[in-house]
């Protein structure tokens, strides 16, 4: 094991460094330097101080990257009841499109393109499938961003930086099993009363290091 130091690069290998930057709120961002492209990995980290770090460091590169939670906000805690027992709508049930906002943040940091990361979320339990009607399904991510210059990637991906290959590995989607609570916590699954989320694929930035 490496403990990485807060703010430091560090080299991994002759192609590839990364440098995490942790906040107060026990979140972290991971910088990665990976054939002279920058990926940023803020998954659900929020500026909690080093958005002007990070901005400096983005402007040194031509090419960057954000990896990044996104979507309609089932990923949060949705799961609320009023004192009468009845369950509050969540604001992620209201689907409002996010891809706008999602344009503004890359701009602020100055960074080019997107992945969507961390946002395919689907919900196995039983007591937990309603908060599939708040998931954000991978249609929305089927699209261009409406500024020049910035890029979307595919929801899906594999890309290759040495070749500049961009290849949609498009799976195909999971089946909707649904399992008891009791059948998720013998297979090692967690019992938590939060909707517990089912990843339905993964998302990949993969390059020859």
């Known amino acids: 094991m490496r403990v990485l130091k807060d703010g430091v690069w560090t080299q991994l290998s002759p192609r590839m460094r990364v440098l995490s930057l942790a906040d107060y709120n026990q979140d972290a961002v991971l910088l990665v330097d990976l054939g002279e492209r920058l990926l940023v990995d803020s998954n659900d980290a929020s500026d909690n101080g080093g958005g002007a770090f990070v901005r400096s460091i983005v402007q040194q590169y031509e090419r960057s990257y954000l990896l990044a939670l996104t ?48 946002s395919q979320h689907r919900y196995q339990r039983t007591d937990s499938a309603w908060a599939n009607e708040c998931a954000t399904p991978p249609s929305v991510y089927r699209t261009r961003f409406k500024t020049s210059g910035l890029e979307l990637l595919p929801i899906f991906c594999r890309y ?48 020859r290091t």
């Open 160 to 207: 290759d930086f040495a070749r500049e290959d961009v290849r949609s590995i498009d799976p195909p989607a999971r089946p909707d099993e649904l399992v008891t609570p009791s059948s998720a916590a013998t297979t090692g699954s967690t019992s938590s009363s939060r909707p517990t989320s089912r990843r339905s694929g993964r998302t990949s930035g993969a390059s």
């Open 71 to 118: 979507g309609y906000g089932d990923a949060d805690m949705i799961n609320f009841f009023d004192e009468q027992g009845r369950r509050i709508p969540p604001a992620a049930a209201k689907k409002e499109p996010f891809l706008d906002g999602l344009e503004l943040v890359l701009q602020a940091f100055g960074i080019k393109g997107y992945v969507p990361f961390s």
